[in-house]
Every structure is written in C-alpha cells, then in structure tokens.
C-alpha cells in the first residue's frame, strides 16, 4: 500500500470559499493533488497556466511535493497593482495637502517660522 499524506487545499472568491480536507500520495505534487481534488470543476475560472498557487502563503511551483499537513493555495489574479495604488493614494494626500509636497511625510502643523525661542518674548 503507497503511502498517504493529508493536505488542506483552499481557494476563495468574494462569493465563495473553498477549503478541502484531502488524503493524497505522499509523492504528489501540487498540480497533481490540485487536479484530483476536483476543485477545478466547481471554479471554472481557475486556470493553473495563469493563477498562482502556493503553500502557507508562499508562492511555489505547480511540480513542488507539499509536505504533510501543508496547505495548498490557489490564488486569484489581483485586480490593481499594489504599487500603483500606493503611488496613487500617496498623490491624492500631497494634492489635499496632507502630505508634503517635496518629502511626502506629513506636514509640519502647530510650529510658527516668526517666533524666535531666544528672544524671550
């Protein structure tokens, strides 16, 4: 008798989470667990030439061998460039003035140029 191991596989959309309990061959591969679990069939938009998988959060190859108790994920396509994002918010905070427009940090507030701490006045 082969040997077996037990896996979790997880997939989610806004709509709808999937996470499976499987028992597989302690040799499959990521693909190979992916294509037996019949996941494929009930999320047709998941197409492995395209969607990256990972194991704990970590992105790995569709050939990788999980390791016992491992979690399989199936991750969807981002819909917006992280960076682009970021770049875009930190734009719209210099425009509305809550953000320096050379440095970028948070503007000076509360501090007057005309007082001199000398002066004594």
Known sequence: MAETKAVEL????????????LT?????????IIQQSGILS?????DLSQNKVG??????KLNEV???GDRIEIYRPLIA???DM????????????????????RPQQGQSTDSDPQSGS
């Open 10 to 21: 997880a997939y989610a959309t806004p709509a709808k989470q999937s996470l499976l309990s």
């Open 66 to 68: 999980p390791k016992a």
């Open 81 to 83: 460039d992280p960076k």
């Open 24 to 32: 597989v061959d302690a040799a499959a591969s990521v693909e190979q």
């Open 55 to 60: 194991i704990w959060s970590r992105t790995c």
């Open 42 to 46: 009930s999320h047709a938009e998941i």
């Open 86 to 105: 970021r770049r875009r918010r930190a734009e719209k905070a210099k425009d509305e003035g809550r953000a320096n427009k050379t440095t970028g940090g």
